[in-house]
């Protein structure tokens, strides 16, 4: 069989191990070809102090005019971070160009984190992206961004992080993105629950017609550049080469948590991004 063909749709920075660094090694040694397609080239990822970044917008459409007259046609599309509206408008017309009944579409919602909007962020853009949500079989929003695609208020929702039913709550909030953007499957990452004074867990918490459950982890360091990324390029990479639903998830944290915990024994700076490059062979 051929090699399947994923469009990866994403920035590309020089530091900082994230975006279209992170997505094109974890497709290759899962055995998927990536096709990059560059919403910006920076010098580093913007957690720096300093970066230059030079915007592609304008440059998106010949990926589709190009990719059309050779005749390309990818087997998955995966989004991730967008600047700006017009750039949404853009991928939303190439998904309608490339995308058949067999096309997987992943979405990741960048939008915000930590119960703030990202400095880009704006009301149009939000519309937008729930737009682009609605064209997904998959998106991966954290706790910050299903609350914006859910119209909830994120800090009354937080209060009840501690409580024994936080992660049923959530759980509502997932069934809720199925029907209200008719995606497939919802996996809401990155969300903290502590379980004693000592013990934190980090839940990703799936929804998908009839089955909702979690895979966790402990909590390990801090919050570092690139794991969501890694996460849903390893979910996109699994689902792409038929691997169950569940299997994928569990091996997507497995690999982040044993980066981490590396990482983290080491001491590098959360801008740097977490050391997975030696454990990709768990991919394979």
Request: net charge negative; proline share 2%; glycine share 8%.
């Amino acid at each position: 069989m051929m090699t399947k063909k994923a469009v990866l749709i994403n920035d590309l920075s020089g530091l900082g191990k994230c975006s279209l660094t992170a997505a094109i090694s974890v497709l290759s040694v899962m055995g998927i070809q990536a096709c990059p397609m560059p919403t910006a080239v920076l010098t580093s990822q913007t957690g720096f102090e300093s970066f230059y970044c030079n915007d592609c917008t304008d440059k998106l459409d010949y990926y589709t005019s190009e990719w059309k007259k050779l005749g390309f046609q990818p087997d998955g599309i995966y989004t991730g971070f967008l600047s700006s509206e017009k750039q949404v408008d853009k991928i939303l017309s190439f998904i309608d160009s490339f995308e058949t009944d067999d096309t997987l579409v992943l979405v990741d919602p960048v939008l915000g984190d930590g119960g703030r909007t990202y400095s880009l962020y704006t009301e149009t853009l939000g519309k937008k992206m729930k737009k682009l949500v609605s064209v997904a079989d998959v998106i991966t929003p954290n706790l910050t961004e299903c609350c914006i695609l859910c119209d909830t208020d994120y800090s009354e929702l937080i209060k009840n992080a501690d409580s024994s039913d936080f992660l049923d709550m959530v759980a509502e909030l997932a069934k809720k993105l199925l029907k209200l953007y008719k995606v497939k499957t919802v996996i809401v990452t990155g969300i903290e629950h502590k379980i004693s004074d000592e013990v934190t867990k980090i839940n990703n918490l799936i929804a998908a017609d009839d089955e909702v459950f979690c895979v966790s982890c402990e909590k390990t360091g801090g919050s570092y550049s690139g794991t969501g990324d890694l996460f849903a390029s390893v979910v996109f990479s699994g689902l792409l080469r038929g691997d169950s639903l569940k299997d994928t998830v569990n091996l997507a944290v497995k690999f982040i948590q044993t980066s981490l915990c590396e990482t983290v024994k080491l001491g590098i700076h959360r801008n740097e991004g977490i050391e997975f490059e030696k454990h990709l062979k768990m991919l394979l």
